[in-house]
């Protein structure tokens, strides 16, 4: 064995004079984005100027950004401000619902059936089926719709984020807590919520953008007067293909900031989460 230890470190050494292997340096992680952003255009750019020529259906990215100057910042500001506001409450509606029928199956382990129940059921309802009933229960005008579509569209994600984090405790800090007379819940707000903080940010990221489409998708039920599903139901009506593409970049890029947001929120409260240590000790 020391034998072959030997002729392997012999082999691995390298020749008197022989030049130094080179040394890669890492790339930066944003190359890769950034490559994928360009490889993205040129083959939006060659599909909208050879196969989609003669009908328009795919414009050209500058088409796009004519567009958007061409309609005025002012307009997509209005109606996408009304989007995400809607959005927001959605989501902070829907998390906290989540997190306590999370908390619920923590402190009364008998509810488990029940709560896990409820969550996938927000999951499995379609939100086309459910949307024209909150529609005709709510007020005209109101935004009740969209609403709760975004709340609904978060749920289940952060039931399973929130579950699979807080039941990711450390058991000896479990058992200590528990040594110490502590209940269920001293274990919830001392370890499990430390522990589960990094599950319970992931699943909040995932909610982010699933609370913008849930609100948009609110607003092609009717019953509103502005929002990005308004303009875009009228666009597609009147066939206005830049103006389409122009707001499902507007829309992605919305619903790409909110999940960037979370991410920055998750490393200031939990800078454990990004590095993907424990938060126990």
Known sequence: MATDALRQQIAATPPPGAPAPRVRPDAPPWLGGVLGVLAVLA?????????????????????????????????????????????????????????ALSCVVLLLPAFEGVATQVAVISYCIPLTAIGPIVLIVSEPGARTTSIFLAALSVVFTTVVGCLLGLRAADRTALDVVRAYGGSRWTQLVKVRLV???????????????????????????????????????????????????????????????????????????????????????
Not at 79 to 84: Q, R
Not at 207 to 219: I, K, N, Q, R, T
Not at 236 to 258: D, E, K, M, P, R
Request: hydrophobic share 55%; glycine share 12%.
């Open 195 to 281: 522990a589960g903080l990094p599950s319970v940010f992931a699943a909040l990221k995932l909610a982010a953008p699933a609370a913008f489409l849930g609100a948009v998708l609110g607003e092609y039920f009717g019953g509103v007067d502005s929002g990005l599903g308004i303009i875009i139901t009228a666009a597609q009506t009147n066939l206005q293909y830049a103006q389409l593409w122009a707001l499902a970049l507007l829309s992605g890029a919305i619903a790409g900031v909110g999940y960037l947001l979370v991410g920055v929120l998750a490393r200031l409260v939990a800078p454990w989460s990004a590095t993907g240590e424990s938060g126990v000790r």
């Open 43 to 99: 083959v939006w750019t060659l599909l909208s100027v050879t196969v989609y020529r003669s009908s328009g259906i795919v414009p050209t990215p500058w088409g796009v950004v004519a567009q958007f100057a061409d309609t005025g910042f002012a307009q997509y500001w209005r109606n996408a401000s009304v989007t995400t506001w809607s959005a927001a409450q959605g989501y902070l509606w829907g998390n906290l619902a989540a997190v």
